[in-house]
């Protein structure tokens, strides 16, 4: 249990978050199967991507890390080996699904489990267009939960329609087609991040974008290269609302990752008036594009927010919900029935932990309506084992009234190892 108190002047200083997750975990999926050797810097030591090492690990792959430092010897597809005990993927959904993809075209047998939390997590969406590859995997409720069983081998390409929006469904079935004979042609319903893609250009791989198709042909060959993580946006939009609601402050937040198909929040944050600067953007041509954010507090308005901007910000509701709490006006959040599925259904648990501290805030089918603005009290919350929701209740406590007490605040370090240290550092 953490306890913390109201910020009693602004936040003021320079903070680095960590490597982004999802590109983290991609890095050393890559470098894996790659000819040669990869040098990823800045990688993010939570515990997510850590099970990603491990599972490879295990799969006979040499892996060297010194903090944000990782080197991988990859020895190609054929390269990784049968594993001899199942795969630990701990909490990580992105190493869950990914790695689903990946071994559907192997020719070996392997079994993935995680934790609690990763055995309620739907897994169909996954393994039933695996299957329709060639893919033979079965689990729980007929392979819908871990633990799955896996034997891979030959893949056909196919041509699917994603029924959801989702960057993790449609990295796993391009990574099986990348094993695959023939072309796999996968279809968006919204654009989803686009990390795969660029990484398997990264790698010297070829992908096809058009709109919203997204194509490759099996038979590739990755070569090691460098790869350098940018800073999370997902973990500095904790510190992009608390700058924005703590009177006072100014945070600055450099080398932060702006891909387009992920920055969602700052769309939202202008759109509520937020007072925020993009400055020293960096943009490589094969590349992910970076720059530094420099945000101090302003008056913000509720805002409406739905449709294709979710995909871009799924990750940041919990901390969107928060501000919302302390904008002039009704804030909606629609069409982000996906939230339902994530380490909690974050519609539901947003809503109680907000509501414990005495914000206006009612769950919908689909999101919630927020009215605002609304003095937070104290009390005691729970992160529910979700590192996301831990992280916006700790940003809660700067404006509330009197201290909260943060319970499960450990399951922070899946995605911020350092947070506490980050945020004392600004108080």
């Not at 934790?115 to 996954?126: C, H």
Request: glycine share 12%; charged share 20%.
């Amino acid at each position: 249990m953490e306890k913390l108190a109201p910020a009693q002047t602004g936040l003021k200083g320079t903070i680095k978050v960590p490597g982004d997750k999802s590109i983290s975990h991609r890095s050393v999926m890559f470098a894996a199967v790659a000819r040669g050797k990869t040098m990823i810097e800045n990688f993010l030591p939570g515990a997510d991507c850590l099970s990603t090492i491990h599972c490879f690990q295990q799969m006979g792959v040499p892996i060297e890390r010194d903090g944000t430092r990782v080197v991988i010897d990859g020895k190609g597809w054929d390269g990784l080996a049968e594993p001899e005990t199942v795969l630990d993927t701990g909490n990580s959904g992105t190493t869950t699904r990914l790695m689903l993809g990946l071994l559907a075209g192997r020719p070996f047998h392997s079994v993935i489990a995680g934790d609690e939390s990763i055995a309620k997590r739907p897994m169909q969406r996954v393994t039933k267009p695996l299957c329709e590859m060639g893919a033979h995997i079965d689990g729980r409720m007929g392979g819908n939960f871990t633990p799955l069983s896996i034997r891979g081998g030959a893949l056909q390409g196919i041509e699917y329609r994603l029924p959801v929006a989702s960057a993790q469904v449609k990295s796993a079935l391009l990574l099986a087609g990348l094993q695959a004979d023939g072309t796999t042609i996968v279809h968006e319903p919204q654009p989803t991040r686009d990390h795969t893609e660029r990484m398997i250009r990264a790698f010297g791989g070829e992908v096809r974008t058009e709109g919203r198709t997204i194509s490759v042909r099996g038979g590739t060959v990755f070569h090691g290269t460098e790869i350098v993580v940018p800073g999370d946006i997902s973990s500095a939009a904790f510190f992009m609302a608390a700058a924005s609601l703590v009177p006072g402050s100014e945070i600055v937040l450099p080398d932060v990752g702006l891909n387009p198909t992920r920055a969602g929040i700052i769309d939202v944050l202008k759109q509520m008036g937020a007072d925020m600067e993009v400055i020293e953007t960096h943009a490589p041509s094969d590349g992910e594009q970076t720059g530094t954010l420099v945000i101090r507090p302003a008056a913000l308005q509720g805002v409406e927010i739905g449709g294709g901007l979710i995909p871009r910000l799924i990750d940041e509701i919990p901390i969107i919900a928060l501000l919302a709490t302390q904008a002039e006006g009704r804030t909606v959040i629609k069409d982000a029935a996906e939230l339902k599925v994530k380490e909690t259904n974050r519609i539901d648990t947003v809503v109680r932990e907000l509501k414990k501290l005495g914000a206006h805030i009612e769950a919908t089918a689909d999101g919630m309506i927020i009215e605002g603005p609304c003095r937070l009290s104290g009390g005691t919350v729970e992160s529910h084992g979700d590192h996301r929701i831990g992280m916006m209740l700790a940003v809660a406590s700067l404006v509330a009234k009197d201290a909260v007490c943060l319970k499960g605040a450990e399951a922070i370090a899946v995605s911020y190892p350092q947070f506490f240290d980050d945020l004392k550092s600004v108080l």
